[in-house]
């Protein structure tokens, strides 16, 4: 079964202005980390910002907040004032510990972000 | 600099030419990871290691093996390669975590490596 489904393929936004990436996941553990990760075009993956499953508060990092909502199993993106350097690759991703304490990422298929100027 | 490097960064070969793809880490991290990113599937796991000389299988681990002699080096080996093994791969490391949520315990990538299979 599918453990992150990011269901938009690609979407666009105006620069300057605010997007919402949308991430949801499937778990029964109680105990669990959500991460967003950009894949630039030239390949890299770089980490934007973390939410632990008993973390109350959504995390933000700079122009980054991540919109956690447990009941729902979503952890959707936001990304304010966009610019055009955030035309990229972005994956959603859940750490999973299991039996043996193995910390394995699960991830989404991807979003890929234009920014248009 | 705290890094995960690989290499090659990129490399073309031939249907069953054994090869290595090297992975290294400077963080003294206990886990390591092999991932290959396909295009609309995402990036996958292929084997994971929790310390030195422990290692496990992931989602595709199939026509790859590991080792993990070294806390610092996980190299991922393809022994008889196949063109379905083209692919993206990535190495990642991260130290343990207990699970309990808490933390920003986020895995470090490597650059990629990209491997053709002719």
């Known amino acids: 079964a599918q453990k992150i489904t990011q269901t938009q393929p690609g979407m666009f936004v105006q620069e300057k202005e605010a997007v919402t990436l949308d991430c949801t996941y499937d778990?029964?553990?109680?105990?669990?980390?959500l991460f967003w990760y950009k894949q630039p075009s030239s390949g890299e993956m770089i980490f934007l910002i973390y939410q632990g499953s008993y973390d109350e508060q959504n995390a933000t990092e700079g122009r980054y907040s991540l919109n956690f909502q447990k009941a729902r199993k979503s952890a959707n993106l936001v990304i304010s004032a966009s610019q055009l350097g955030d035309s990229a690759m972005y994956f959603c991703a859940m750490r999973d510990v299991d039996q043996t304490g193995a910390n394995n990422l699960f991830f989404g298929t991807g979003t890929r972000l234009t920014v248009i100027p | 600099e705290a890094q995960v490097t690989q290499n090659p960064r990129y490399l073309i070969t031939v249907t069953g030419k054994k090869l290595t793809v090297t992975c290294s880490q400077n963080?003294?991290?206990?886990?390591m990871s092999w991932y290959r990113q396909d295009p609309g599937l995402g990036l996958r796991q292929i084997y994971y290691?929790?310390?030195?000389?422990?290692?496990d299988k992931g989602d595709v681990p199939e026509g790859y093996k590991v080792s993990r002699k070294e806390k610092r080096n996980f190299p991922l080996i393809l022994e008889s390669p196949s063109p379905n093994q083209t692919s993206l791969y990535f190495c990642a490391s991260s130290l343990i975590s207990l699970g309990f949520g808490g933390g920003t315990d986020t895995q470090y990538f490597g650059p990629g490596t990209r491997l053709t299979v002719l």
């Open positions: 778990t029964s553990d109680q105990s669990y980390g």
């Open positions: 290691s929790m310390n030195v000389e422990v290692t």
């Open positions: 963080m003294n991290h206990e886990y």
